[in-house]
């Protein structure tokens, strides 16, 4: 869903994002984002 939305919407917009959930920052990371990772999750 985050992926989807930041594709429509915020492409060229946004260069950083903070989240936790380790397979979210994965994806971030994985579109060139910076990324500030608040807490280690695998949830």
Do not use: N
């Amino acid at each position: 869903m985050k992926r989807e939305m930041y594709e429509r919407h915020f492409v060229g917009r946004v260069f950083g994002v903070i989240d936790d959930r380790a397979s979210v920052v994965a994806m971030w990371r994985s579109l060139d984002l910076t990324v500030v990772q608040v807490a280690e999750g695998a949830f």
